[in-house]
């Protein structure tokens, strides 16, 4: 089999192309709860601890004093950056989150379709050929 047909029926499986599909759903997902964090979560929760603004919040490495917005301290030289950690991570467990209660409600809809009945058996056409032949010689 060349490379090319083994390609083929590989790429027309439906599970690849199921996760395909979900790896683009999950990317767009992704920036949804980046920007959910970053423009509404973080601001709320820096409100309440007092007006902080987590993301630029850092240690630095080299010296450079921590007046500086982050991306200016990265360019002076390295940084800790442990308030853009703070901001992942709460984006992280909302993600985990939300596609925990995905998967419970996927399970949930999968218990509550009805298993279907099993198919009568069929018999075959032979058999049913080999019983008339019986019940002719019977008569």
Same mark, same amino acid.
């Given at each position: =089999? ?6 083929? !029926?590989?790429?027309?499986? @439906? $599970? &690849?192309?199921? *996760?395909?599909? @979900? %790896?683009?759903?999950?990317?767009? #997902? ?5 920007? *959910? &964090?970053?423009?509404? &979560? =973080? ?12 993301? $630029?919040?850092?240690? /630095?490495?080299?010296?450079? @004093? !921590?007046?500086?917005?982050? +991306?200016?301290?990265?360019?002076? @030289? ?5 308030? $853009? #950690? %703070?901001?992942?991570? %709460?984006? #992280?467990?909302?993600? +985990?989150?939300?596609?925990?209660? =995905? %998967?419970?409600?996927? $399970? ?5 379709? /009805? !298993? /279907? +009945?099993?198919? /009568? ?7 049913? *050929? ?5 019940? +002719?010689?019977?008569?």
């Amino acid at each position: =089999m060349s490379m090319l047909q083994e390609f083929k !029926t590989f790429v027309s499986r @439906g $599970n &690849v192309v199921d *996760l395909a599909v @979900g %790896v683009i759903i999950g990317a767009a #997902f992704g920036k949804i709860v980046d920007s *959910l &964090v970053g423009d509404i &979560v =973080m601001p709320v929760i820096g409100r309440i601890v007092g007006g902080l603004d987590f993301s $630029n919040y850092y240690i /630095p490495l080299n010296g450079q @004093g !921590t007046h500086l917005v982050l +991306a200016e301290a990265k360019k002076a @030289g390295g940084v800790i950056a442990y308030g $853009n #950690f %703070v901001t992942v991570s %709460v984006g #992280f467990v909302i993600l +985990a989150f939300v596609i925990f209660q =995905m %998967v419970k409600l996927v $399970n949930a809809m999968k218990k509550a379709e /009805p !298993t /279907p +009945a099993p198919a /009568p058996e069929v018999t075959a056409e032979d058999i049913l *050929l080999l019983r008339e032949i019986r019940d +002719a010689l019977k008569k």
